[in-house]
């Protein structure tokens, strides 16, 4: 709501002022945001409550003069946490979303098929993992069922959390078979009922392999399939490239075309680097209206052993990049997988307690059968332990402090702005950097904070708006 400051009180009102700013405190998650010349954001970190204000009661607010406000203001402030009575409310709704944390079950399973691959991208973070003489395997079929076993046997059939299998490499059609026999696996798990009917199948490639008779198979097990490009061919073939150094876009446009020619769901996975970020708005127009694609997932460049990032603005620029393409493709109805994680924190006020699956939530099975929490460690076997048929997500220690590892857990984010929104970013990315899963992802900070701002200046100008067209004024109730 933009909140007007009224001129005159009655009576009435002035006693219930009175008593109202004896009790109320402003709450430790509210910030104060500017979002235009006469107006600024009175924010909740932790519901997401937004209520806009004019300047001079801003100022008000943020010194805890709340003597002069009225009470309309002050009751609409208290309904949505922003002013409280006491602290223990802060603590009790910290509580309840931290609480979270020791329910969270099992979701993803990772098969890594292969650690091979018939590109030599610039920046792939999983072989810049592998020193040069480390030995390079393909899943067999009987590891692949190892890794369905024990998939199987943690996951808690009670929840109705939805499960997803990730084919994922290397480039995972290299080891076809393995698929093709883990595909059939999964079909059968589900009609005996052991596995949930609606377990997604997901696989994520390079493109360069696919032909009719995979594209047939993936479409007969309803496999959603991730195809990663990075923009038209100049912008594209800069980083994804064959061992001979030639460009993949012609391979991989191929790629898609054959799946889309038999129907199978194609999602395009777009690493932002810093060669296709200053032209990601014309990359997105490109993929809906060229390609016609509906599924897009921005993908920012982590570091690696073997790959430095040149720009140190990159995390500016990449987050700035994704929010205009947000903008876009929003327009044309298509919704890019990143940001959107975000908005929906944002719009439906439910705080994300970390940042995907990777937080205790999946296990990823390696080509040789080691198991481990997060895939980014596979090259140096980081964060894997050998195989064990007994593991039990819910009690070994590896995949209970991963599963803590979320910013309601880490002091530095306690009382960040973006708290509600952000996830915490990769923890295998904090740990390269700072040896520790407990530190920041720092860049990812800068992506949170940069979306929340955006997301609360758009929610204010679809306010103003509503207030020009005579709309009843937007005051977030239940949703943004
Ligand atoms: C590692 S690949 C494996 C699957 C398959 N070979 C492919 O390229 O889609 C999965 C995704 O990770 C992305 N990726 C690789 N290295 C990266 C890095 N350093 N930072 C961010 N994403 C990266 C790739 O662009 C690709 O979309
Ligand atoms: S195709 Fe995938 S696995 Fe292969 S080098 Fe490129 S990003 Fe890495
Ligand atoms: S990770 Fe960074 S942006 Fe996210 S809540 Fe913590 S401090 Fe804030």
New binding site residues.
Partial sequence: MIEKNLKTRTKREVIAIENTTNNLIPSRFMHIMDVGSEYKAIYHALNMETVFVEDKLAKKISTGSLQNIPVQNLENLKTRGLLIEDETEDTKSYKTVKDKLNSLPLTVLYLLVTDK?N?D?R????E?GYTKNQSRNQMSQEIAKRGMDLFVKNIDSGKKRRRTIIF?????ILNWNTVEFALGDIASRKEKGSLPTNTRVNL????SLITPEIAKVLRKHNVGV???L?GRETEHNRN?IFHSSKGTFIETTKGIQILKNHNVHVGI???LTEGNLETLEEIATFLVNDLDIVSIGF??????PK?SLKDPEYMEKASRAVIESYRILRKKGVYEDRIMRKVNAFTQKKPRINNCAGCGQQIVMAPTGEIGVCHGGIGPKDFFIPYSPDLNTNTHPLWQEWKTRSPFNMEKCTNCIALGICGGGCAYEAFLKHDSIWKLDDPFCIHSKMTLEFLVKDLFEKCLENEKTNRPTLSPSSKH
């Fill in positions: 691959c590109f991208c920046y792939c973070f999983i810049g994922y490499g290397g480039e995972p994520i490639t390079n493109g991730s195809v990663s990075d994804r996975s777009c690493t993908n920012f460049l982590r570091e690696n790959f």
